[in-house]
């Protein structure tokens, strides 16, 4: 990371519309900031929109950006924020119905499978959006349930129920798996 002066100087820099400047940003926050849109888009495709986008509105608002809170906070805000209306905007939440899920036999696993990380993060990705949103505020930003129903403009009683229905999707997912590997 840059010393404190320097990266003042950066984001001055950059409110001035140094290119130079806007290098340096993208070079030290792209990787982060691009990590936050392929957690919360469903593909890569979108991810990438979303965070082109981002990018572009960091770039228009940083004359705002007033030095209150850490600056890369102020651009994690900003492209959570996106993403979360871009979501929004394509009404793709709650598209499975809990109802229907048969989960008896659930019971019976007490023990994780040798799942890598990127097996899980596939489960997580096949969440609904809101559930897997909800999940992954909590999950991967340690985040509480006012911040998130801040941030997604629902009630903290929907950000709690959106997080047990996505573990309860995710345990019969887990759960699902394992009986297909044990069936290969």
């Known amino acids: 990371m840059l010393p404190s002066e320097k990266y003042e100087q950066m984001i001055s820099s950059c409110i001035l519309g140094s290119m130079e400047a806007?290098?340096?940003?993208y070079k030290l926050y792209a990787p982060m900031l691009f990590g936050i849109c392929l957690?919360?888009?469903?593909t890569l495709v979108e991810a990438e929109d979303a965070f082109q986008e981002g990018f572009i509105r960091i770039y228009e608002k940083i004359g705002t950006f007033r030095g209150a809170g850490s600056f890369e906070g102020w651009m994690r805000r900003l492209m959570l924020n996106l993403v979360l209306t871009r979501n929004k905007r394509m009404r793709r939440f709650c598209d499975t119905d809990l109802n229907n899920l048969d989960l008896e036999d659930?019971?019976?696993v007490d023990f994780m499978p040798d799942f890598d990380i990127a097996d899980l993060m596939k489960l997580v990705d096949e969440l609904p959006s809101r559930?897997?949103?909800v999940f992954s505020q909590w999950v991967f930003d340690g985040k509480k349930h006012r911040e998130i129903a801040a941030t997604m403009q629902i009630s903290e009683?929907?950000?709690k129920s959106d997080l047990s229905r996505a573990r309860t999707l995710l345990r019969k997912k887990i759960f699902d798996e394992i009986k297909r590997r044990e069936d290969a």
Do not use: E, I, N, V
């Open 106 to 108: 659930a019971d019976d």
């Open 22 to 25: 806007w290098a340096l940003l």
């Open 157 to 159: 009683g929907t950000s």
């Open 39 to 42: 957690r919360y888009c469903r």
């Open 131 to 133: 559930y897997r949103m």
